[in-house]
């Protein structure tokens, strides 16, 4: 499971890189910066937990079953926060409304928030 974990944040780092440089360079011509800022803001938290899940995926006194919760939390918190952000500040490029699917951001970010005290308990329990 360590080794998926970081894998994973690796892959979801890289990817934040890719799409904050085609924030930066694709979209500049296309948005208002107002949604470039949207967009950027969806990047951030995806690299916020891209190292978190980097961090997790090295740490061994967390036993599996928590690492295992508190990936998925993190993992579905991405899926539904930042990329749902992506498809809203990206929303006027084409002819699907994003907007109807805009009640999934909540939602991602609570994930996210369950993965951070999820891990904050399983330090509290497990780190010296």
Do not use: C
Request: proline letters at 2%.
């Amino acid at each position: 499971m360590n080794r998926t974990i970081f894998i994973s944040g690796v892959v979801l780092g890289t990817l934040a890189v890719i799409l904050g440089a085609f924030a930066a360079h694709g979209l500049e011509r296309l948005l208002p910066q107002e949604a470039i800022d949207t967009f950027e803001t969806g990047v951030r938290y995806q690299m916020y937990h891209a190292l978190l899940l980097l961090v997790l995926g090295t740490i061994k006194q967390f036993p599996e079953t928590r690492k295992k919760w508190i990936f998925y939390m993190l993992l579905s918190g991405i899926a539904l926060f930042s990329f749902s952000i992506y498809f809203l500040a990206t929303n006027t490029l084409t002819d699907f409304d994003f907007k109807t699917i805009g009640f999934v951001t909540p939602i991602g970010g609570a994930l996210l928030i369950i993965g951070w005290v999820l891990l904050g308990i399983g330090g509290l329990r497990h780190l010296d």
